[in-house]
């Protein structure tokens, strides 16, 4: 936990002009592997709902299973920064159980931040964790827990108008003392504006080049997931592919009775061996 990075070498990466990465993680290996990568910040996204537990909908993960997968990546994560995701209902309700969930995340799990995404109380939500000392990443653009409010999922801000908005919130946002904001499905264009406009951090996916930094849903990028596939979606491995393939040769291999082998077995000492069948 010491060695992870702060919100101040985060922001400073921004300043020195060095690109800054994020991935999800959800659990102890990818923790650890993301990690080991030298990854900036993890996200214990709520998109775990979709890409772990099956679910259609962000909107289904609560805070019981996120503070879960979140203790179990911060069981893993040395050096990069751990963001809790707070999940659709932990924070819109009431302000001071929105206090309490964020507490959860950095006290019971582990966490260095919360994130949380627009919605029109956000800035006041967001100003009582901020006050409680746990730092907060905000979320505009594409809203998937409220993209059915934004005509489902599909790319923001292509009218001027609209636009205008989420360069006001992402605005806004700063002014209320977050540390960065992931800017999701907008024109390239808009999230540079965004970009030259803040001083913290623009986290993009599906938002083009000039963001500071960039996310992605790790299964994605590692070919775990083909539910759907975003437009912004970089395959890098498919490890789909290699599991596939490995779990078909140990089935193979187990029923031709070629495994497990004398190499994966254990024997015992042939005197003893023989002293057993005497006995018997
Ligand atoms: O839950 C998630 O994975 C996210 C990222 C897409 C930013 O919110």
């Known amino acids: 936990m010491n060695g992870r990075k702060t919100i101040q070498q985060i922001q400073k990466k921004k300043k020195d002009g060095q690109k800054i990465t994020?991935?999800?993680?959800?659990?102890?290996?990818?923790?650890?592997?993301?990690?080991?990568?030298?990854?900036?910040?993890?996200?214990?996204?709520?998109?775990?709902?979709?890409?772990?537990?099956?679910?259609?909908?962000?909107?289904?993960?609560?805070?019981?299973?996120?503070?879960?997968?979140?203790?179990?990546?911060?069981?893993?994560?040395k050096q990069a920064l751990l963001i809790g995701d707070m999940p659709f209902g932990s924070y819109q309700v009431d302000s001071n159980a929105a206090v309490d969930n964020a507490r959860?995340?950095?006290?019971?799990?582990?966490?260095?931040?919360?994130?949380?995404?627009?919605?029109?109380?956000?800035?006041?939500?967001?100003?009582?964790?901020?006050?409680?000392?746990?730092?907060?990443?905000?979320?505009?653009?594409?809203?998937?827990?409220?993209?059915?409010?934004?005509?489902?999922?599909?790319v923001q801000g292509k009218d001027a108008d609209s636009a205008r908005k989420i360069i006001q919130y992402a605005k806004e946002l700063e002014a209320r003392g977050f540390f960065s904001v992931i800017l999701e499905c907008i024109p390239s264009q808009i999230a540079k504006i965004i970009t030259e406009q803040l001083s913290i951090p623009t986290i993009g996916i599906g938002a083009g080049e000039y963001c500071d930094g960039q996310v992605l849903v790790t299964h994605d990028l590692l070919g775990l997931f083909d539910r759907y596939k975003p437009k912004f979606v970089k395959q890098y491995v498919n490890l789909g592919m290699s599991i596939l393939e490995g779990v078909k040769q140990f089935r193979k291999e187990v029923e031709e009775g070629k495994f497990p082998d004398p190499l994966h077995s254990y024997s015992m000492n042939s005197d003893e061996l023989a002293n057993l069948k005497v006995r018997k």
């Open 22 to 77: 994020m991935l999800t993680a959800y659990d102890y290996p990818l923790a650890s592997l993301v990690d080991a990568a030298g990854v900036d910040m993890i996200l214990v996204g709520d998109s775990l709902a979709n890409v772990v537990l099956g679910l259609q909908s962000t909107t289904e993960v609560g805070m019981e299973e996120m503070i879960h997968h979140a203790k179990a990546a911060n069981r893993a994560v």
């Open 104 to 154: 959860r995340f950095v006290e019971e799990a582990g966490c260095n931040a919360v994130k949380l995404e627009w919605f029109d109380q956000c800035l006041k939500v967001a100003e009582k964790i901020i006050k409680d000392g746990i730092p907060v990443m905000g979320h505009v653009g594409l809203t998937p827990q409220t993209a059915e409010k934004l005509g489902g999922f599909k």
